[in-house]
């Protein structure tokens, strides 16, 4: 199995807070010293929900989850399956979005 690659998200110099990337300055301080930073593929499941009747060009039924990582940076995430409430689950970056790797062990 191929390893999730880590994480790429935004470290503040100046008030060493982490978040997702984004243009611009520092959210919380305002810094322009902000840095990218690796953190671990994974995180824990704050919420998972399906949509049945999703926005247009999105498989149905679509399920995203709620997933936060290191430092209290949160995901939204497309998932194959409904992920467990509280589960850590590996997170990887495809194209503009998120996904939760991989499915449930199966029972038994
Ligand atoms: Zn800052």
Redesign the pocket.
């Known amino acids: 199995m191929i390893p999730t690659p880590m994480l790429l998200v935004s470290r503040?110099e100046?008030?060493?807070?982490r978040f997702l990337p984004r243009p611009g300055p520092?959210p919380?301080?305002?810094?322009s010293a902000?840095r990218p930073q690796e953190i671990p593929p994974e995180g824990r499941v704050l919420a998972a929900t399906e949509l049945t009747a999703p926005a247009p060009g999105f498989p149905s039924p679509h399920r995203i989850a709620l997933v936060e990582a290191l430092d209290g940076i949160r995901f939204l995430a497309v998932a194959d399956y409904l992920p467990g409430l509280g589960a850590v689950v590996p997170i990887a970056r495809e194209g503009d979005h998120y996904v939760v790797v991989g499915r449930p062990p199966e029972p038994g």
């Open positions: 503040c100046s008030c060493h807070s520092c919380r301080c305002g810094s902000v």
